[in-house]
Each structure stands twice: as structure tokens, then as C-alpha cells.
């Protein structure tokens, strides 16, 4: 299920591949009759665009990303997928414009997709994902970061404006990375297969003393 903020209703997603919209009264929950949405396939994720009024629906198999206009309920268009797709996340700041899409197959890796111009505009590397879903996020106070758990139990990061390999890594986690979010502009919280959640801080992430330095 995902809550809309904005219109302070809920989404839910079910095994019959249908999307249902429920209106919160008072904290009361009534289904919006009129809105509902069919998919194509079984549902794994639900992500929302403020921005663009997009429910984004990921599949939880090999096929296409479905973006349905919250207004026509009809799909607006595809993202094509050939890959293991394993996670997907959407930009906070500028109201949902972005999506950063975590696919494994034969060299993991993220790309950065521009939903205006339906397009791939980076490409990030560097990070282990091969049998386990390890997440990714946007961080920092204007999107500026993608961020990527992995299973070699380093947390990567990378400037969103730069396609390649990392910028920096933190390593301090016994175990693979399961996911991984900044909360703020200087605050990265990490969780483990080690059992442990870590909090990272630094006043400056250019600051090369970001690494390693755990709070928490």
C-alpha cells in the first residue's frame, strides 16, 4: 500500500492485479469506487509522482514498469525493462520527477530515469547485487545523492549528476547491506544482515572524514 500525502488518501495493491483508492475521513477509510486501476501483472512496488500525477506500478517479474495517469486511470506509458529488476525509488524534493531503477542480471547497476522526457539520463556502478534485493535512495537536501546498499557490506554513494562508479564508500557493516536512506542533508542510516543499524553523520559529505564516522 502507499499513502498520498497530498490528497490524503491510500493505495492498495492486490493479488488480482488491481489498484483500489481509499479516502481517509477522520481516519475512517472508504473506498473511491471510481478509482480503480487494472494492471498487467502482479505488483511488487507503488510509487506516486506529485509532480506528474503518475501512480508508478513495478512489476515483480521480467516486464515493463507500468505509469498509470491518476486522472484517465489509463496507463500513460511504459518503462521498458529487460533485466532483474530489483528495487525502485522515486525523488522527494522536487515532487516525484525521477526514478532511480536497481537491475541485476549479468552487472548491477541504477539508472536514473527522467519521467518527463521517459528517458535513462545516468548510469551508476559499482555495487554487489547478486542474488539478494538491496535498495537504493535518493539523499541530500535537493536530490543531489543516489545512495545504494550492497551485498559486500559497503554503502555507496554517488553524486546524482555524475554517471560511473562511486564517490564514496562507507564501510563498517559485518554483513551485506540491505538498505540504506539519508534522513537529512547529513545523516546516512543503514541497515544490516549484521543486525545492527548504523547512523552515519558529517556536516559536509565532501568532507572525506564522512567516512566510517558512525553516531549511533
Not at 64 to 80: L, Q, S
Not at 93 to 121: A, R, V, W
Not at 158 to 167: E, F, H, T, V, Y
Amino acid at each position: 500500500c502507499l499513502f498520498i500525502s497530498d490528497k490524503n488518501n491510500v493505495l492498495i495493491a492486490y493479488e488480482d492485479k488491481k489498484i483500489t483508492m481509499w479516502e481517509n475521513n477522520n481516519n475512517k477509510f472508504s473506498l473511491l469506487t471510481e478509482d480503480i486501476y487494472d494492471c498487467s501483472f502482479n505488483i511488487k512496488q507503488l510509487l506516486f509522482s506529485d509532480f506528474y500525477n503518475l501512480i508508478i506500478v513495478v512489476p515483480n517479474i521480467i516486464r515493463d514498469i507500468e505509469c498509470f495517469d491518476i486522472i484517465t486511470k489509463k496507463v500513460a506509458f511504459n518503462i521498458e525493462v529487460k533485466e532483474d529488476l530489483f528495487y525502485v525509488n522515486i525523488s522527494k524534493t522536487d515532487g516525484g520527477k525521477y526514478l532511480i531503477i536497481n537491475l541485476s542480471k549479468n552487472y548491477p547497476k541504477i539508472f536514473l530515469y527522467n519521467l518527463e522526457q521517459k528517458k535513462i539520463e545516468k548510469k551508476y556502478y559499482g555495487f554487489v547485487q547478486k542474488s539478494t534485493e538491496v535498495r537504493c535512495s535518493f539523499g541530500g537536501d535537493k536530490d543531489q545523492y543516489v545512495l545504494s546498499a550492497s551485498e559486500d557490506c559497503v554503502i555507496y554513494l554517488w553524486d546524482r549528476n555524475i554517471s560511473g562508479l562511486p564517490k564514496y564508500q562507507f564501510k563498517e557493516h559485518l554483513n551485506l547491506v540491505n538498505g540504506v536512506e539519508m534522513i537529512n542533508s547529513s545523516i546516512i542510516v543503514s541497515i544490516s544482515d549484521d543486525k545492527t543499524i548504523k547512523f552515519w553523520t558529517s556536516y559536509d559529505i565532501e568532507d572525506v572524514h564522512y567516512k566510517n564516522k558512525m553516531i549511533k
